[in-house]
């Protein structure tokens, strides 16, 4: 029981990082970064255009993806203990 809780709290703190990853990147490009290393130079950087996407995708199908298995293991700790709860 105390492993799904550590894997449960694993899966919140891995939702929360999927979700400001984008704002991380913003702050890194408005002080002057280089996108996390992608690039040397912000000026002279070529990103591909279907970088954006690729990466949108990535990001909502692990979200999705992390939010159904937490759902399953919320389900399966219900059911162990035999308590209803909101979930």
Do not use: A
Not at 36 to 59: A, Q, Y
Not at 72 to 86: A, E, G, P, S, V
């Amino acid at each position: 029981m105390f492993l799904l809780r550590v894997i449960v709290f694993l899966i919140l703190v891995s939702i929360i990082l999927i979700l400001g990853f984008p704002l991380f990147l913003i702050y890194d490009l408005s002080n002057g970064g280089n996108f996390f290393g992608v690039c040397g130079d912000i000026s002279t950087c070529v990103i591909p255009i279907t970088e954006g996407p690729k990466l949108l995708v990535f990001l909502i199908g692990s979200f999705f993806l992390l939010v159904l298995l937490l759902r399953l293991i919320m389900l399966f700790i219900n059911k162990y203990q035999k308590t209803d709860t909101i979930l």
